[in-house]
């Protein structure tokens, strides 16, 4: 019989146990807003359970300002440039295999080439991904979720939610996130220590982007009169440009 305390857990009941958590926040983030009456403005905003909505805000901007931003600033004093280029280009490349199964989920045969043609650039000739020669090929960087798959396909965002940790995530997203871990096959290496592996990842990333956007995300809270409703509108339009691959939206034609 497998020693699992050696072994860590199975690298499948990892990623069930992401799947699991992303679920259960929605849930609770529901279950929290369940009793909220919302007003006008919020329901006019999508946004009902605004209320229990700016107090998770509240409380994520506690938690970001005691630790990742304060750990993001050690990072960024002590961690050298090219370094962090490295860093952020790996951890791309461990996404494209996410990203290459939602293109083709989204039929886009030519950007899944262009994946597939990245990650096998970056992992040979980039070195596990430590650096991006596909751009220097020409080859085009693209991310996808199946959050974007889903609207794709015609799923409404559904409800604004803020949840504890994770931040904005509507269910669609929300799914999209969990669906995502189910098809990260990276959760299916029999590794040792695989949990260990998976959060690291996880705070890596988060450490990347708050590392990355620190002074933009201070300009923002510091120009902003309702840095709450500032987020919203911003995470709105950044799924919004994902969505549409960069394109511009269409203008809706005059009925003049």
């Not at 669609?172 to 695989?194: Q, T």
């Not at 120009?223 to 339009?237: H, I, K």
């Not at 440009?241 to 394109?247: A, D, F």
Request: proline content about 7%; aromatic content about 8%; charged content about 25%.
């Amino acid at each position: 019989m497998r020693d699992k305390n050696r072994e860590g857990l199975e690298p499948g009941r990892v990623g069930q146990m992401r799947i699991f958590a992303m679920i259960a926040a929605v849930a609770a983030g529901l279950c929290l807003s369940a009793c909220s009456t919302p007003s006008p403005n919020a329901l006019a905003n999508n946004d009902p359970y605004e209320a229990t909505n700016r107090e998770i805000f509240d409380l994520n901007q506690e938690i970001d300002h005691w630790t990742l931003r304060r750990t993001a600033e050690t990072y960024v004093e002590y961690v050298p440039d090219p370094v962090r280029n490295s860093i952020h280009d790996a951890l791309i490349n461990l996404d494209l295999p996410v990203t290459f199964a939602n293109d083709v989920l989204q039929g886009e045969p030519t950007r899944a080439g262009q994946t597939v043609c990245r990650f096998t650039l970056n992992s040979t000739l980039g070195v596990a991904g430590l650096f991006d020669v596909a751009s220097d090929f020409g080859i085009p960087e693209h991310s996808e979720d199946f959050g974007q798959t889903l609207a794709i396909w015609g799923v409404g965002e559904g409800p604004y939610l803020v949840l504890p940790l994770l931040g904005p995530a509507p269910p669609r997203d929300a799914i999209g996130r969990a669906a995502d871990a189910a098809l990260d096959p990276s959760n299916y290496i029999r590794i040792k220590r695989h949990l260990m592996w998976a959060v690291g990842r996880e705070y890596l990333t988060l450490l990347d982007l708050r590392a990355r956007n620190m002074e933009t995300f201070d300009d923002i809270e510091r120009n902003s009169l309702d840095f709450y409703a500032a987020t919203r509108n911003l995470y709105r339009q950044y799924r919004g440009r994902e969505i549409r691959n960069g394109r511009i939206e269409a203008p809706v034609p005059s009925t003049d």
